[in-house]
């Protein structure tokens, strides 16, 4: 397995958030972080889906605010993680980490390389 680098996968705010990042074949994705806020109005909700399964589903009470949640889950090439949010005004950011598999061929696996070996020569200076 390749050396993990960080990746945002979702990132969104508005009345209604609803996306979805699919996995890249060859890859493993495991989602860290879980950041959401709300608008302030009782209601407002968060959901996270990862590889099918609700793994996360919050409604905000009117006193908070925001919330974080430290999570461990993993999806696979062609797999999909989504995130939807509903109410007045909620905001939601999922990051984590993407592994090559070990001996996938990957389509654009240079381009990949490089960025990985860019970011570790910086981090050397």
């Known amino acids: 397995m390749s050396r993990p680098y960080s990746v945002r996968f979702l990132t969104g705010s508005g009345t209604a958030v ?14 860290r972080h879980v950041a959401a806020s709300s608008g302030g109005v009782a209601g407002d909700y968060v959901q996270l889906f ?4 609700t793994c996360l589903t919050y409604t905000f009470p009117v ?3 925001s919330r ?7 999806a696979y090439g062609g797999e999909k ?6 109410g007045s005004q ?4 999922v990051s984590g980490f993407l592994f090559a598999e070990a001996g996938a061929r990957v389509a654009g696996a240079g381009d990949l390389a490089a960025a990985i070996a ?8």
């Open 68 to 74: 974080m949640w430290d999570v461990r889950w993993v």
């Open 18 to 31: 609803d996306q979805t990042y699919t996995v890249p074949s060859g890859y493993r994705a495991v989602v």
């Open 50 to 53: 990862v590889a099918g399964v």
């Open 63 to 65: 006193s908070e605010r």
């Open 118 to 125: 860019a970011a570790e020569l910086e981090l050397a200076e």
């Open 90 to 93: 909620a905001a939601v950011h």
């Open 81 to 86: 993680i989504r995130v939807a949010t509903g």
